[in-house]
């Protein structure tokens, strides 16, 4: 018998790791990889079709350029489109050479933009960051000053390891009467980022004020952190510096109006309802809707709040949204607003009197966002 060369040897090992690639789908994965990708390339072409504003480079680099205003309640239909398009392109672990990639987010025509907003966009671009291992570095030369002011008062640089040249404001602006809670960014459990929320809460309120309404220094952070504990299940493939939430907020002392605005990327509320203690009784709530609209993401929140309201020992979330709106029914001003999937519900309280109000919008937000405003009369 002839002895193997080390040549036909390596040969044979090679013939055999490729035909137990394909017998194990490997071959398929690539596939559906080039696929993927593809499909992802058709997309942002429609998008550009469409209006968005993207410009490409060689190599198939591209940027967008963020829209003159960008508000959730005025303008959601472009400020969304906007959002979801970093999502989308940035989520993706690998990309082929031919393959669309985005390298920058210009901020240069962008002139206004809503607290809620500004803080879902921090979020998509601080999860992109770390993604690629905290390696973005914003450039502000072409910001609008107000813009930069906003986002400097905010705390949006201190997100970010590589620091823009210009952080600064490039003018002498009016200062806000607004005392302004800077971005915090926390991940469920968090208890020092919840400790830190209360230490906020004091400074822009004051400790004269935490005396009257305790609420606002142990409640609020506890109502915010069991809220996004459902975000991120067990059962789905969150990796852990991905189970994020994001939370800013604001205090006027002259109408005494705080307001508290949170976001997580998560499944959303109308997808963690199947698995919570309520689900039987969400059931029975559906009972007053026709069955078409029995699944519609803003029926799902109607029933989460309405029913966490009355679940008592039962309710499985905790502390959580109910807390938010009894503390506004108390102080008889103010709103909870909640935007998840393509779902809004709204409770307003003026004077004491509630007007709820849902709504339902063609593209989705991913995860949940909640926007709590109260009026902290004497």
């Keep these: 018998m002839r002895k ?33 990708w593809r ?18 480079a060689k190599k198939n680099k591209i940027t967008l350029d963020l829209p003159e205003r960008m508000n959730f309640s005025k303008n959601y239909n472009e400020t969304i489109k906007y959002i979801t398009f970093i999502r989308k392109i940035t989520e993706r672990k690998s990309t082929p050479r031919k393959a669309y990639k985005l390298v920058h987010v210009s901020f240069g025509k962008l002139k206004e933009i809503s ?38 008062d905010l705390g949006f640089f201190d997100l970010f390891m590589k620091k823009p040249d210009r952080e600064l404001p490039c003018a002498q602006q009016m200062k806000d009467e607004k005392r302004l809670v800077k971005y915090i960014k926390g991940r469920c459990g968090d208890a020092e980022k919840a400790k ?41 493939d969150y990796v852990d510096k991905d189970k994020n939430w994001y939370l800013t907020g604001s205090f006027n002392p002259k109408t005494r109006a705080l307001k508290i605005v949170f976001y997580d990327q998560g499944i959303s509320i109308p997808r963690s309802l199947p698995a919570s203690k309520i689900w039987e009784r969400v059931l029975s709530f559906f009972d007053k809707y026709a069955i078409f609209d029995r699944k519609k993401d803003e029926v799902l929140l109607k029933a989460a709040v309405e029913l966490d309201r009355t679940s008592t020992n039962q309710n499985d979330r905790g502390k959580g949204l109910q807390d938010l709106l009894e503390f506004i ?6 709103y909870l607003s909640i935007i998840s999937k ?5 409770l307003t309280v003026t004077n004491g009197k509630e007007t709820p109000k849902s709504d339902r919008f063609l593209d989705p937000l991913d995860g949940t966002l909640i926007i709590w405003n109260v009026t902290l009369n004497d």
């Design 196 to 236: 830190k929320l209360k230490e906020e809460i004091i400074n822009i309120v004051g400790a004269k004020t935490l005396e009257k309404w305790t609420f606002l220094y142990s409640g609020l952070s506890e109502a915010i952190t069991n809220v996004s504990h459902h975000a991120y299940p067990e059962t789905y």
């Design 329 to 334: 029914r108390q102080k008889g001003d103010g």
């Design 39 to 56: 499909k992802v390339n058709a997309w942002i072409d429609q998008q550009i079709k469409n209006g968005l504003d993207i410009t490409k």
């Design 4 to 36: 193997q060369s080390l040549k036909q040897w390596l040969r044979d090992v090679k013939r055999a790791i490729s035909q137990r690639q394909q017998n194990s789908g490997t071959a398929t994965k690539k596939k559906t990889t080039l696929q993927e």
């Design 115 to 152: 607290t809620s907003a500004a803080l879902v966009l921090t979020a998509e671009l601080s999860k992109w960051d770390d993604s690629l291992r905290n390696n973005l570095k914003p450039l502000t030369e072409n910001w609008d000053c107000n813009i930069l002011q906003q986002f400097h």
């Design 342 to 346: 393509r779902g809004l519900y709204k």
